[in-house]
């Protein structure tokens, strides 16, 4: 179940390529030199990446991992990562002229981990400048392609995350979730994609688009490297003030293809309503018909508050951003510019003009507005009092499910530039994944199947923390679908 760019080297998943390192050391420097090797076929008309290591340096890095005397639970991978999360040394973007030549002088927490546990960073992938975008078409520097139609976006905002871990441009990825930017890009590209419960995984390190939203997560080929990695990077952070302070299980124990324990499962009709492609809706009603023969019972419910989640998430993310943005002066962050003799106000002006992308202005502009004196009430004010409604729907109807299940978009993935010049149509996307972040709940987005050759994402979520529920239905429709991997 892999686009044509990938072999079956690269293919091999961490638990595979960790047994056979473990085997022959030699292994790892095998599987890095066929990962470069489709990386120079593909890479220039996929465009997953905005910068990639040179593999001298990854197979020195490689060598590290090997003296240590233990391979750590990631035994070598390659992890891409978004280009919004800290990398030392390495440049970090955010998809954004606005940071095009920023070197960070530290980590992210979940780049830290990563490397503790034997990961290798291979680059850092393509996205939505400062995520603001659902087809990752909103780069400052080119669109990324989907491996499975090179005509066809792969999602976004972690579109280049994505795309790398489908065309076997590395093992696994990294990519941030505000709406829906780790879960569409993995419905469009085939692959697996877990938002965490917000606050699992420390966001320290992750350039804010919309801080009470976003969260780190991990994109893989298979259900068992999405809960290996997913196993690294949760944990407290005492550098993240949203972090939780939970016990993290191995969240491999819920990789079966049996249900661990008897599940209820619900479908919620405005999930699968209007403006749902009905090949999808078919897609859908395959997978929950299989698993209700695995003995789980699926009901369907109504929640209409879901109608205005939508208008809700982009109020708030807007207005966050709008704030999270205003530090990019040229003066502290951001581009400098040869501004001198020119009022403070001009030299910001300039810096934005010249440094922010249209989308990204539109959002400043559009949260700038309703976070504005006599309008605040009637706008941010409503949309937070929706959030907080949906968070309670949400409460109230996991207090009788263990998940839900929906599809993850509503349409498969369109061609470059089929909606990216109108927002409306650009927004809609994330119609189903938008409800899941303002109720700061886990998701996942499992292969489900194919609409006209295009891979079709299941979306399963349910209450906080119940990632291993996720894993372990997820698992199983890997297994209904036929991925058997």
Not at 81 to 92: E, H, L, P, Y
């Amino acid at each position: 179940m892999s686009p044509p760019q990938c072999t079956d080297l690269a293919t091999i998943g961490i638990k595979s390529l960790r047994a056979r390192v473990e085997e022959d050391p030699d292994f790892l420097f095998k599987y890095i030199e066929e990962v470069y090797k489709i990386i120079e076929k593909y890479e220039g008309v996929i465009k997953a990446y905005i910068t990639l290591r040179p593999m001298e340096e990854v197979v020195r890095e490689a060598e590290e991992v090997l003296k240590r005397g233990t391979l750590g639970p990631l035994g070598g991978s390659l992890v891409a990562v978004k280009d919004n999360i800290s990398t030392k040394g390495i440049r970090t973007t955010c998809g954004s002229k606005m940071l095009e030549n920023y070197v960070p002088p530290y980590d992210a927490t979940v780049v830290e981990r990563i490397k503790t546990a034997g990961g290798i960073i291979i680059g850092k992938t393509n996205m939505d400048e400062f995520a603001m975008g659902s087809t990752t078409e909103n780069s400052s520097f080119f669109p990324t392609r989907n491996p499975w139609d090179l005509e066809r976006v792969p999602g976004g905002s972690s579109g280049g995350s994505a795309a790398a871990v489908a065309a076997c441009e590395a093992t696994v990825a990294l990519g941030s979730d505000t709406g829906g930017s780790i879960r569409l890009p993995a419905a469009y590209t085939g692959t697996v994609g877990l938002k965490p419960t917000y606050g699992l995984v420390s966001r320290y390190g992750l350039i804010a688009y919309a801080s009470s939203l976003d969260q780190i997560g991990p994109i893989g080929r298979c259900v068992d490297d999405v809960a290996r990695v997913l196993s690294v990077i949760a944990g407290h952070d005492s550098r993240d003030s949203t972090s939780l302070k939970v016990e993290v299980p191995d969240y491999t124990q819920f990789v079966s293809e049996e249900p661990l324990r008897k599940y209820r499962a619900v479908v919620i009709e405005e999930m699968i309503g209007e403006g749902v492609d009905r090949e999808v809706i078919k897609v859908l009603e395959h997978v929950v018909d299989k698993l209700e023969g695995y003995d789980i019972e699926v009901e369907f419910r109504s929640i209409p508050i879901l109608e205005y989640s939508l208008p809700a998430y982009y109020i708030i993310a807007m207005a966050e951003a709008s704030s999270n943005l205003a530090r990019y002066d040229g003066l502290r962050y951001g581009i400098h510019l040869s501004t001198e003799g020119l009022l403070w106000t001009k030299t910001y002006a300039q810096v934005r003009k010249m440094g922010f992308g249209d989308e990204v202005k539109r959002r400043i502009i559009l949260g700038t507005y309703v976070l504005s004196e006599g309008l605040y009430e009637g706008y941010y004010l409503k949309a937070a009092k929706v959030r907080r409604a949906i968070y309670d729907s949400f409460r109230k109807l996991f207090s009788e499910f263990d998940f839900a299940v929906s599809p993850t978009a509503p349409t498969p993935p369109p061609k470059l530039g089929e909606v990216v010049a109108d927002p409306l149509k650009l927004y809609s996307l994330d119609i189903n994944t938008v409800p899941v972040n303002l109720a700061g709940l886990p998701a996942i987005s499992v292969p489900g199947g194919f609409v006209g050759g295009l891979p079709v994402g299941i979306q399963l979520f349910g209450p906080p923390l119940s990632e291993g529920v996720l894993i372990n239905v997820a698992r199983m429709v890997e297994v209904i679908v036929g991925y058997e991997r």
